[in-house]
């Protein structure tokens, strides 16, 4: 249950239908919006008083489907997702594994049959479970086929990529180095593409730094959106066109969800650098390691006004992030929670945010869903407008999906045995199962010492944004020092205790991510392995 539903994909739900263009989407945004927050408030006052939900959760790999042309020495893309869906054929639990598309026919989206629990012998299984998902997709393989989970291809935009070859560009990406036909067939991945574009105004720009070496060309540009001497894209491909690990956990109830939420936020930036593996864009080498801008610029649905560059007309914020970054505001109240935490000048829909208050709903869970609701809907269904709100999430799960940001807070679903839960969502993909099984069962792992010892990560938001600044750096997981709170427990290493006025002090530090995981003699403070191991 909870890998079907509960980590989805990052593309969001899936449904059948033809879907509205942007020019006739924008008409009804308003509607969109009004019935996704009465939504959110009919199945929150079902819901809120959910509890004892016991831990179950799952994960999903993103595998590309490549094909090898020994002769030529060469090896493409493989734009053959969907014929293989359709081998796949019907959910079988049973088999271990569950598939689902992705953005490009290139890739496909793996999760286990049915969730794993709170058992030794489930987070041992998670491995040989991933294997079986890899096994499972090579018996239905041609001989010169083969899967990899790659963050991302490094010929990804070079020249003709892709088997069969297909034509840059269309009227979808109008990309200078992506075909259309390398978008799955489903109509949600077409039009959030091109609906990204029209909402912008212009193609998305993305211009990563390129490693500089001796010989490392200046690279030069016609579009006036590239930067010279930076590795330019221009199309959402480029983003979700990677492949990413992410796992999601059922929470106990509303509370401890919130509270999860906040603590593993703090975490991103260092399993970020931790599991970082995207070194190469375009063909060509980066001066960063890891995929999140890449991914936060080839979506970002932006206007000049939005982006601060016009004066507001036609809009109605000023935004200063993508609808793809880290999270603005923590949502929990509880009290480890401080509100000098929520340190960034948090941009809101204060009318929303006043309805949902009106309604009983907590000051920073109000505040989050009316964060979330400053973005438009991009993907409207035709036949799916006119809901019944007090049967239906689909409106707000609209713009709930479409905003991908490090972690997510995902309320139960209407008539389901699932409950809350948190995603996390920053990890890069693995090449071998062993290496994907580590990084997921790490992070579940880490929530449950949360739990047991009590654990307080929280620090300034505005601090973690720094630390995922660091993240991207190149080689960041070695070289570099992220700021991470010195008194995480209440216990003392020598078995004494903090008293209730040592535990009010913040005190934050420059650490390795070395110390911070396994401490060291000078900072055994921050020695988390201590409660992990």
């Not at 035709?382 to 049967?391: A, F, G, N, V």
């Not at 790490?442 to 993240?471: G, H, T």
């Amino acid at each position: 249950v909870v890998s079907t539903q509960s980590t989805g994909n990052k593309m969001g739900f899936l449904t059948d239908g033809k879907t509205l263009d942007w020019k006739k989407a924008k008409e009804i945004v308003n509607y969109i919006k009004t019935h996704g927050v009465q939504q959110f408030l009919y199945n929150y006052k079902r819901v809120k008083h959910r509890a004892n939900d016991s831990l179950l959760w799952g994960d999903e790999i993103e595998y590309y489907i490549v094909k090898f042309d020994d002769a030529q020495k060469q090896v493409k893309l493989n734009l053959r997702a969907q014929e293989l869906l359709e081998l796949l054929g019907e959910d079988k639990p049973e088999s271990g594994a569950l598939w689902r598309p992705e953005y490009a026919n290139f890739m496909i989206e793996g999760t286990p049959g049915v969730p794993y629990g709170c058992f030794i012998d489930c987070f041992l299984s998670v491995q040989s479970n991933m294997k079986n998902r890899r096994k499972i997709l090579e018996s239905i393989l041609e001989n010169d086929e083969a899967i990899l989970t790659l963050t991302n291809f490094p010929l990804l935009g070079v020249g003709s990529f892709t088997f069969p070859p297909k034509d840059v560009g269309g009227p979808v990406t109008q990309s200078l180095y992506f075909p259309d036909e390398a978008i799955h067939p489903h109509h949600r991945f077409s039009t959030l593409t091109r609906n990204i574009r029209e909402r912008k105004g212009r193609k998305v720009s993305i211009n990563m730094p390129i490693f500089k070496d001796k010989n490392t060309p200046t690279l030069k540009y016609d579009s006036p959106d590239a930067k010279e001497g930076y590795i330019y894209m221009d199309s959402m491909g480029f983003g979700m066109g990677m492949c990413c690990l992410q796992t999601t956990f059922q929470c106990c109830n509303i509370e401890e969800a919130k509270h999860f939420y906040d603590q593993l936020h703090v975490f991103c930036p260092i399993m970020l650098a931790l599991s970082a593996s995207t070194p190469i864009f375009r063909g060509f080498l980066s001066d960063v390691d890891v995929r999140w801008d890449v991914i936060s610029a080839a979506v970002d649905d932006r206007t000049d006004e939005e982006l601060g560059l016009k004066p507001l007309k036609n809009d109605k914020f000023v935004i200063n992030k993508s609808r793809y970054s880290s999270i603005d505001c923590y949502i929990s109240r509880g009290p480890k929670f401080k509100k000098e935490y929520n340190d960034i000048d948090l941009v809101y829909d204060k009318d929303i945010c006043n309805t949902l208050e009106a309604e009983g709903i907590d000051e920073g869970l109000a505040k989050h869903i009316a964060h979330l609701f400053i973005r438009d809907p991009l993907v409207i269904y035709e036949k799916k407008i006119k809901l019944d709100d007090t049967k239906h999430t689909d409106h707000f799960e609209n713009i709930q999906s479409t905003n991908w940001q490090t972690v997510r807070f995902k309320p139960p679903p209407p008539n389901s045995s699932i409950g809350w839960r948190v995603e996390f969502r920053v990890l890069e993909n693995q090449i071998t199962e062993f290496e994907s099984a580590a990084f997921v069962v790490f992070v579940v792992l880490l929530s449950r010492v949360m739990s047991a010892f009590d654990l307080n990560f929280y620090m300034p938001i505005s601090k973690v944004d720094e630390n995922m600044d660091k993240a991207h750096k190149r080689n960041a997981v070695i070289e570099q020092k992220f700021l991470f709170r010195k008194n995480i427990s209440r216990g003392n290493l020598d078995g004494t205790f903090k008293t209730d006025k040592e535990m009010e002090v913040d005190e934050y530090d420059y650490f390795t991510i070395n110390e911070i995981i396994n401490g060291s003699k000078q900072r055994q403070k921050n020695f988390l392995a201590l409660y992990l191991f």
